[in-house]
Nanobody, 124 residues
Framework: QVQLVESGGGLVQAGGSLRLSCAAS????????MAWFRQSPGKERVFIAA????????IYADSVKGRFTIVRDNAKNTIYLQMDNLKPEDTANYYC?????????????????WGQGTQVTVSS
C-alpha cells in the first residue's frame, strides 16, 4: 500500500501559478504510475496528468496541455504539478493517485490509491 498527502493548493488570480506536491509513503514509490485528477462540485473526477515509473513519459489532458507540468522525484517520494497560466475553470479539488500497473492510464477506476485532495481556486 501507499499513502498519499497533497499540499500546495490555494487561491490565485487568473494567469497566476501554483505548484502542488504529493508526498508518498509506504510501498516502493517507483513501482507506481503517478497521476493527478481534479473534481469540481457536482462533477465527475477527471484526469489531468500522469507520469511513468521513472518519469520518462508523461501525458496530459487537452485542457491543461502546455500549461501544467507533472514531475516526479523518486529520491523524495514526491510528485509535483506545476500549474501556470491558471484559468477560473481550473478551480477544483486536486487529487494525487497511484497505480501499480505498468502503463499510464487516464481511467479513474484503474488507480488504486488516492490522497485526500487539495483545493485550488482561481479568481477572475
Amino acid at each position: 500500500q501507499v499513502q498519499l498527502v497533497e499540499s500546495g493548493g490555494g487561491l490565485v488570480q487568473a494567469g497566476g501559478s501554483l505548484r502542488l506536491s504529493c508526498a508518498a509513503s509506504g510501498d516502493s514509490f517507483d513501482n507506481y504510475i503517478m497521476a493527478w485528477f481534479r473534481q469540481s462540485p457536482g462533477k465527475e473526477r477527471v484526469f489531468i496528468a500522469a507520469v511513468s515509473w521513472l518519469g520518462g513519459s508523461s501525458i496530459y489532458a487537452d485542457s491543461v496541455k502546455g500549461r501544467f507540468t507533472i514531475v516526479r522525484d523518486n529520491a523524495k517520494n514526491t510528485i509535483y504539478l506545476q500549474m501556470d497560466n491558471l484559468k477560473p475553470e481550473d478551480t477544483a479539488n486536486y487529487y494525487c493517485t497511484a497505480d501499480r500497473n505498468d502503463r499510464i492510464t487516464t481511467r479513474v477506476d484503474e488507480y488504486d490509491y488516492w490522497g485526500q485532495g487539495t483545493q485550488v481556486t482561481v479568481s477572475s
